[in-house]
């Protein structure tokens, strides 16, 4: 059984990665801004390409951190100290 301090820490850590992937979404909703001010001469092909670049590095990381992949982990690690089944 996990203790109540590993509990904590693990929790402590989901937080923090969310709260980095939150952030991170920021991008994503530029982008997403821009696709939805777009007009008939603008290259929605060019401005889709950033949007798919700002949700994979909002996915993977980008030049610093791993994005929701450490959350995908943190959440895990949470899961199995607490008993939830995975999601």
Sequence with gaps: MA???DIDEARQK???????????????WV????IKASTPTDNVHDL???LEKAVKDARDGGVVGS???DH?????NYQ???GEPPS
């Design 72 to 76: 995908r982990r943190a959440l895990r």
């Design 3 to 5: 203790k109540p301090t």
């Design 31 to 34: 982008r997403v801004e821009a």
């Design 80 to 82: 199995e100290l607490v």
């Design 67 to 69: 994005g929701a992949n």
């Design 48 to 50: 889709l390409r950033e």
């Design 14 to 28: 989901l937080e923090a990665e969310h709260a980095e992937v939150m952030e991170s979404l920021g991008d994503v």
